[in-house]
């Protein structure tokens, strides 16, 4: 066979070949393409465990959980070790202290009882859930470990010597209290100021004095003062009894209204310091 024919013979096959080879190359192509698109639809391979299959599903690329529940619900947290439980508020009013019932609901602080406080804080209701309304009369009296006390809203009266020559020092009395009994803060000898809340209807202060409202009376005068004078309003028409009793350091009244006025006040018994102090009367030179 010469060269010119094994040519021809080449080509030939060259020629039939050529159009399979391309028909194959196309549909190589074509599966290609269709396989591509069946990615995009991303079909979910399933495999014998239909949970794992549900759980495969909720999961996107990235790592991103967009399972609707959260691994870690906050309603689901664990209290921090660290964190100190919080703790009942605790009463301050004192205990120990000793109370008589009224068989009514309420009652009256009576005494000091087994209490230990040297500042009383009275509180609103007595351990039997009793409202406490009242001092009873001499509940404090002579009484040497009190120091100060803290009367409740609730209390209406203080009843007569319920104070009398204890050690008390201070004295605040609420706009709550409409009655205060004979002689109740008396004889205090380091007693130095009662204050009364100034909407209490009944009684005010002047000066760490006590008065009635209008303050016409002079109730009761802190034995603690130490000044060696008193101050007298011209609108003071009484003193009442035992004002005065145990200010041994008070030598001079300086009145503000007239000598002829100083004659109609009422001085009650128990003040011999005013019957003994020398009386200033600033309404006669015309002050």
Same mark, same amino acid.
């Given at each position: 066979?010469?060269?010119?024919?094994?040519?021809?013979?080449?080509?030939?096959?060259?020629?039939?070949?050529?159009?399979?080879?391309?028909?194959?190359?196309?549909?190589?192509?074509?599966?290609?393409?269709?396989?591509?698109?069946?990615?995009?639809?991303?079909?979910?391979?399933?495999?014998?465990?239909?949970?794992?299959?549900?759980?495969?599903?909720?999961?996107?690329?990235?790592?991103?959980?967009?399972?609707?529940?959260?691994?870690?619900?906050?309603?689901?947290?664990?209290?921090?070790?660290?964190?100190?439980?919080?703790?009942?508020?605790?009463?301050?009013?004192?205990?120990?202290?000793?109370?008589?019932?009224?068989?009514?609901?309420?009652?009256?602080?009576?005494?000091?009882?087994?209490?230990?406080?040297?500042?009383?804080?009275?509180?609103?209701?007595?351990?039997?859930?009793?409202?406490?309304?009242?001092?009873?009369?001499?509940?404090?009296?002579?009484?040497?470990?009190?120091?100060?006390?803290?009367?409740?809203?609730?209390?209406?009266?203080?009843?007569?010597?319920?104070?009398? $020559?204890?050690?008390?020092?201070? +004295?605040? !009395?609420?706009?709550? *209290?409409? #009655? &205060?009994? =004979?002689? %109740? @803060?008396?004889? /205090?000898?380091?007693?130095?100021?009662?204050?009364?809340?100034?909407?209490?209807?009944?009684?005010?202060?002047?000066?760490?004095?006590?008065?009635?409202?209008?303050?016409?009376?002079?109730?009761?005068?802190?034995? $603690?003062?130490?000044?060696?004078? +008193?101050? !007298?309003?011209?609108? *003071?028409? #009484? &003193?009442? =009894?035992? %004002? @005065?009793?145990? /200010?041994?350091?008070?030598?001079?009244?300086?009145?503000?209204?007239?000598?002829?006025?100083?004659?109609?006040?009422?001085?009650?018994?128990?003040?011999?310091?005013?019957?003994?102090?020398?009386?200033?009367?600033? $309404?006669?030179?015309?002050?």
């Amino acid at each position: 066979m010469d060269r010119q024919e094994v040519k021809n013979k080449i080509t030939k096959a060259v020629t039939i070949a050529l159009p399979i080879l391309l028909v194959a190359i196309l549909a190589m192509l074509i599966v290609v393409a269709m396989n591509m698109n069946k990615g995009d639809n991303s079909i979910p391979v399933f495999n014998d465990n239909p949970t794992n299959s549900t759980t495969s599903s909720t999961t996107t690329t990235n790592g991103e959980n967009h399972n609707n529940t959260p691994e870690n619900p906050d309603n689901n947290e664990e209290p921090d070790e660290n964190t100190e439980p919080s703790k009942p508020i605790e009463d301050p009013s004192s205990k120990g202290l000793s109370f008589v019932s009224n068989s009514d609901g309420t009652c009256s602080l009576d005494g000091i009882g087994n209490c230990t406080d040297t500042f009383i804080i009275v509180p609103m209701e007595s351990p039997d859930g009793d409202i406490v309304v009242a001092i009873s009369d001499n509940a404090f009296k002579n009484c040497t470990s009190i120091k100060g006390i803290e009367f409740s809203d609730s209390i209406k009266r203080i009843g007569a010597y319920a104070f009398y $020559g204890s050690t008390i020092r201070e +004295v605040e !009395i609420p706009s709550t *209290v409409k #009655e &205060i009994g =004979n002689y %109740a @803060f008396a004889g /205090c000898k380091y007693l130095t100021k009662i204050e009364v809340d100034a909407s209490n209807s009944k009684f005010s202060s002047l000066s760490g004095v006590l008065y009635n409202k209008d303050g016409s009376t002079l109730i009761t005068y802190p034995a $603690g003062k130490s000044d060696n004078f +008193v101050n !007298i309003s011209r609108d *003071v028409t #009484e &003193i009442a =009894n035992m %004002a @005065f009793y145990k /200010c041994s350091s008070i030598k001079k009244v300086n009145y503000h209204g007239t000598s002829a006025s100083w004659q109609y006040v009422e001085i009650g018994a128990g003040n011999d310091v005013i019957d003994d102090a020398i009386i200033y009367c600033a $309404g006669d030179s015309g002050k």
